[in-house]
């Protein structure tokens, strides 16, 4: 007992310093965020207390809906096209494959490339004028579908979502991966023999194997689609005409070019609840506590 | 086992520690030099960065109790930065600031030191109109360093010529059949990047609204005199909508930016590039034949009320001091900025082609882009929107310009949001 006690405040006390670190760079911000909200503020001058009175003026701009329906399409363009995407993929090196960390290598590529760098690219591809698509569509002669990709209101979201689905397929590929590796040798060869054809050993046994990895991954999704922000800053700023910004970009905008550190901050909360409350659907669609 | 948990614990509050005094200990560090920072955006290789970083070396070689040490940072992010850390109170010792609307809030907020007690340094080389452009309610905040103007038009002489036009047009009736005949010989007329939403308004807006309204309409609409919702202010917008209608832009103007712009211009797929003083320098250090490249001003447009000769501009290139120096600190920024913005800098200055406050002589070195665009100042300064406008104002008209370009809005629906805007802030 005393041992166990004694081993107890050893691990409490090897916690601390990580805690403490929590505390400082992910608690207090957020709270601080969180008193912001309730101020007027222009960064320089004195903050004056303001209430509710932000996040009324929040809820009535509808540039701000606008970045909630952009974001959205954030968060469906990452939960149904990089998981599955990356499921298929992952299943599909899941063999003994002669270069298999080739390619998995190559999956992953885009995953440890600076965001800047993807983004600077997929504008040069995108570019309207002398872009790689257009040039290809151009070349066999498809003239009339090169477009303005990213410079088109209507098309613009989409060209930065397949970038965004294009940058983070690599990630989930490689813990689908990793998952399916850990699926027990005994298990397939009892499925083979028992005469299971692929198609079925994929679904009835593979997957439902995996299911809680999945599970983490959609997680994962959502809350990095919530906070996607560097990829469509250098993409397009938000634009044109404010067609691809979302709600971080909106936060940033409010706060920093126009000086509403409050206003700016009451978004931020929101932000904070919108993720909490996705999160939490997830969960009970699911049926399990993963998070 | 205890021993190591101790360190660990104590180091993390050595690294906390230190993570909260950040900035505070910078001038402590040295014995009895003063250690000044200066953050500025002198990160492009033009021979005016050159010149500003020339004089911080010289102006250290000879202090040996003064050291000036510069931090850069690329100029779209700049701002941005310098908010953040002011918001935060971490502003370095001395920094690179814009005039008008932008200075407002830090000299508002405190943040930033008066120099009133050396002004008297610059009476008579920089006439009180310019310097006036760093003053908020009477105290002089930086000195300026250079005039930008923000509204000129760069072009080809040759590509002019051949589309049937032997002098650059004059007025806007002559401007858009230019426009036209280039378009129909496959040249792109007028190269705009137009992705960080700014160019359209302070290159494009500032002048043609001032040719429209004149040079009162601004000043009075946001006093609430007059209004936005005026019609000659929307006349001007109507002329970027008609600009845009008539394919004077490249198709890819939203998505690229203004450097990007201006190489497609400087490598000749663009006949005309509209943008301010900066691109001076850049533009003729990179194209072939800098004789090929002409520069005029923007055209009259016929019914307007405002003085043609005029063009949108403003003092530039100032530096203010925190007002946290200690006394020390603040006897060395004062020795520093009267050293820095002596005739010796406008010299090297108008030798990179940059337009300065100060009168001064010059060579016949001078490239004649440069000497033309110097001339234009001389019909003097129509202000710059977005050195005039608020922040929430200049947002909603950069990004309502941009939607005009797509269609998405009219100038009348910009007009009224603006006005909106307006009395919300009144």
Redesign the interface.
Known sequence: MHAVGRRRG?II??L??AL??YV?FAILPILQSFYYSVMEW????DMTYVGLANFKEVFADPLFWNSVKNNIYVVLASVFGQVPIALFIALLLNRKLKGLKIFRTIGFLPVVLSTVVISLTW?LI????DGLINELLRSVGLESWAL??????NLAMIAVCITVIWQFVGLYLIIFLAALQNVPEEVLEAAKMDGASEWTTTWKIIVPMIWDTIIVAVILCIAGSLKTFDLIYVM??G????STEVMALYMF?ET????Q?GYGSAVSVLIFFFSLLLIYLVNKIFGKKMI | MKKVSILLVGIIAILSLAACSGGEGETASGSDVIELTLWNDWTEDRPENTAYKNMVEKFNEQHDDIEVVIEAIPHDQYETKLRTQAAGNQLPDMFRVWPGARLAPLAEGGATLSLDPIKDNWEGVIPEGIMKDYQFDGVQYAIPGNISETSLIFYHKDMVKDAGFEEFPKTYEELKSLITALNEAGTTPISLGNKAIWPLQSVYISTIADRFTGSDFLPNALSGEGSFENEQFINSMKVIEELANMKAFNGDMNTIDEAQARSEFNAGNAAMHFAGSWAIGPVLDTVENPDKIGVAPFPSFAGGDGDPAKIAGVAGGGIALNSDLSEEEQEAAFEFLKFFYSDEMYQQLVEANIIVPADVEMGDDIPQVFQEANKLAQGGLAPVYDATLSPELTDIINNGLQAITLGEKTPEELAKEMQEQVEKEQ
Do not use: K, M
């Open positions: 050893a006390l090897g601390l310093p403490l670190i400082i222009d960064g320089f001058s504008s995108y570019n309207s004028e303005n990709w990213l410079g088109d209101t397009t700023h634009g044109p005409s404010h905008n920093f070019s126009q000086l550190y």
